[in-house]
């Protein structure tokens, strides 16, 4: 926690995160090679959504996705990578569902990736807590810079909450030594970052408290991701029932298949039998 953090006012125009523009997607205040997120490591749940032009997924079960309803599109031929020691696993996506007032959509993988995923945080003292984002967008260094690092790489930042309310939690990409900044670790999403996780550190795990969902275009430059913006995301803890809702809603697709084998070996057995 920060309790020196104060309140930023946020002015500016938003723009969602999967909208085509010139900006950048877990922008840092120093080289973004730095911040390239192993997997194995604390964020490598996160993974690659091919919808809107590549966006951002955060695994929340071994075959539910949490992301932004504005970032998928039609269920048929979207897919989900996750970065693994062994190399890129693909999955596809066989169900969506979307609240789209919320912006969420939880999707269902054809298979389970053998992974638990991520907690959801349900509490409400998200005000001035250090949090962190991870992403697929494009990157730069504190201001936009379209051709140096594109989108596909998974990377992480820090920042911290100065506005949580209603089904809203926001924070301000500050320079180094200005505001509330911290420095080289201070982190920003921007284009490609769609539905990507904002974390916060509760009980020795990281748990997902908001998706994001836009940038505030604070000083009106055209350009996203640079400082003094400021990102919006949906705040989770207003919605962990509906979320809960949809992955007990949506059996894994496995587990409905051996079902199925088992019936069909009773029926047969019960054949054999009757002969």
Avoid at 11 to 28: E, I, R, S
Avoid at 82 to 98: D, I, R, W
Avoid at 231 to 249: G, H, K, N, P
Wanted: charged share 15%.
């Amino acid at each position: 926690m920060s309790s020196n953090a104060t309140r930023s006012l946020f002015v500016g125009v938003f723009v969602y995160l999967a909208a085509p523009a010139l900006c950048h997607g877990v922008v840092l205040t120093n080289d973004p090679a730095a911040h390239e997120v192993s997997p194995g490591s604390a964020f490598s749940m996160v993974g690659y959504l091919n919808s809107a032009g590549g966006t951002t997924g955060t695994l929340i079960g071994s075959f539910h996705v949490l992301t932004a309803a504005h970032a998928v599109g039609s269920v048929p031929g979207m897919t989900f990578t996750l970065q693994t020691a062994s190399g890129p696993q693909v999955y596809n996506v066989v169900e969506k569902s979307v609240d789209a007032s919320a912006d969420l959509a939880v999707l269902t993988l054809d298979r389970s990736t053998g992974m638990s995923g991520y907690d959801l945080y349900g509490g409400t003292d998200e005000w001035f807590a250090e949090v962190a984002i991870a992403g697929y967008g494009v990157s730069g260094i504190g201001a936009p810079d379209p051709g140096a690092y594109p989108r596909g790489t998974l990377r992480a930042g820090y920042n911290i909450l100065e506005y949580a309310w209603g089904n809203t939690i926001m924070f301000t990409f500050n320079a180094p030594g200005t505001g509330d900044s911290l420095g080289e670790i201070e982190g920003m999403a921007a284009v490609g970052d769609s539905g990507a996780p904002v974390f916060l550190y509760e009980q020795g795990k990281w748990k997902i408290a908001g998706v994001a969902r836009s940038v505030g275009d604070a000083n009106y430059n055209g350009l996203l991701g640079d400082y003094g913006d400021y990102l919006s995301a949906v705040r989770v803890s207003q919605y962990v029932d509906w979320i809960t809702m949809q992955q007990e809603q949506t059996p894994e697709p496995a587990s409905g298949l051996l079902l199925l084998a088992g019936v069909a070996g009773i029926l047969r057995r019960r054949r054999r039998r009757r002969a």
